[in-house]
């Protein structure tokens, strides 16, 4: 079975950390462009953040540059996001998802989809 699971999501204080981390099974990461998108409530889903097959090229939405940090590690088959700074307005639901080697970061372009893990940034 092709499958993408999020883990690393929970409850942290604003200014707090949180690292995400997105294995794959079932196919080799190598291949794919990987996104972080997150949806809050009431809100549409948004990227967050994608890196390309290879590493080389990375995109951050401006709400989180500078605070955020996407990589890849494809010999574990995992991307990682790591998320500083965090605020209240950053609570959402985080997938990630891979998409075609010349993939961009628009959501329409990736295929596979992890379930989601939630951050929830409050005091």
């Known amino acids: 079975q092709l499958q993408l699971v999020e883990s690393g999501g929970g409850l942290v204080q604003p200014g707090g950390s949180l690292r995400l981390s997105c294995a794959a099974s079932?196919?080799?990461?190598?291949?794919?462009?990987i996104g972080w998108f997150r949806q809050a409530p009431g809100k549409e889903r948004e990227g967050v953040s994608c890196?390309?097959?290879?590493?080389?090229?990375?995109n951050y939405a401006d709400s989180v540059k500078g605070r955020f940090t996407i990589s890849r590690d494809n010999a574990k088959n995992t991307v990682y996001l790591q998320m500083n700074s965090l605020k209240p307005e950053d609570t959402a639901v985080y997938y990630c998802?891979?998409?075609?080697?010349?993939?961009?970061?628009?959501?329409?372009?990736?295929?596979?989809w992890g379930q989601g893990t939630q951050v929830t940034v409050s005091s």
């Open positions: 998802a891979a998409g075609g080697i010349q993939a961009m970061c628009h959501e329409y372009e990736y295929d596979y």
């Open positions: 079932g196919f080799t990461l190598d291949y794919y462009a």
């Open positions: 890196i390309s097959s290879s590493g080389g090229s990375t």
